[in-house]
Structure formats: structure tokens, C-alpha cells
Nanobody, 123 residues
């Protein structure tokens, strides 16, 4: 079993930066791909980014490319999401999740989820 505990987030002005962290416990963290999703009020959950277990491969939603960076430190059992050039439309609750089947944008393929952290970007 894997437990994911998120930290970071908060409120920032447009153009600012935030870094989210997701600390995992459990033996399988280093062998799982990890992803970040977000859900804005009244909207469906959407994929943000994912990273392979070895950190050799990453994948981003197009609108995040060049602004967001996903990374992981398997020695610390932690995955990060660095968010730069934030926009008001990035406001959402962000979730990290673990995928035993590799990088995927399909949220249903992720078996463990963090508790969520609010990111608010003001204009």
C-alpha cells in the first residue's frame, strides 16, 4: 500500500511560482510512475503531468509545457511539481497520484491519491 502526503501550494499572483511536493510511503513508490492532476471548481479533473519510475520520461498536458516541471527523488520518495508563470486559470486543487502501469493521462489507472492541495492564482 502507498500513502501520498502533499505539501506546498497556496496563493500567488499571476506570473508567480509555486512548488508542490508529494511524499510517498510504501515499498512500491520507486517502481511506480507518478502523476499530477488538478480539479477546478465546477470542472472535471484534468491531467497535468506524469513521470516514469526512473524519471527518464515525462509527459505534460500541452497547456503546461514550458511552465510546469515534474520531477522525482526516489531516494526521498518524493515527487515534485514546479509551477512557473502561473495564470488565474491554473487555480485548482492539485492531486498527486501513483500509477502501477506507467505514464498515463487516464486518472482511472492511478491507484493511490494524495489528499489534494489548493493552488490559487490571483490576477
Amino acid at each position: 500500500q502507498v500513502q501520498l502526503v502533499q505539501s506546498g501550494g497556496g496563493m500567488v499572483q499571476a506570473g508567480g511560482s509555486l512548488r508542490l511536493s508529494c511524499a510517498a510511503s510504501g515499498r512500491t513508490f520507486s517502481s511506480n510512475a507518478m502523476g499530477w492532476f488538478r480539479q477546478a471548481p465546477g470542472k472535471e479533473r484534468e491531467f497535468v503531468a506524469a513521470i516514469s519510475w526512473s524519471a527518464g520520461n515525462t509527459y505534460y498536458k500541452n497547456s503546461m509545457k514550458g511552465r510546469f516541471t515534474i520531477s522525482r527523488d526516489n531516494a526521498k520518495n518524493t515527487v515534485y511539481l514546479q509551477m512557473n508563470s502561473l495564470k488565474p486559470e491554473d487555480t485548482a486543487v492539485y492531486y498527486c497520484a501513483s500509477s502501477p502501469t506507467g505514464i498515463t493521462t487516464n486518472g482511472h489507472a492511478y491507484d493511490y491519491w494524495g489528499q489534494g492541495t489548493q493552488v490559487t492564482v490571483s490576477s
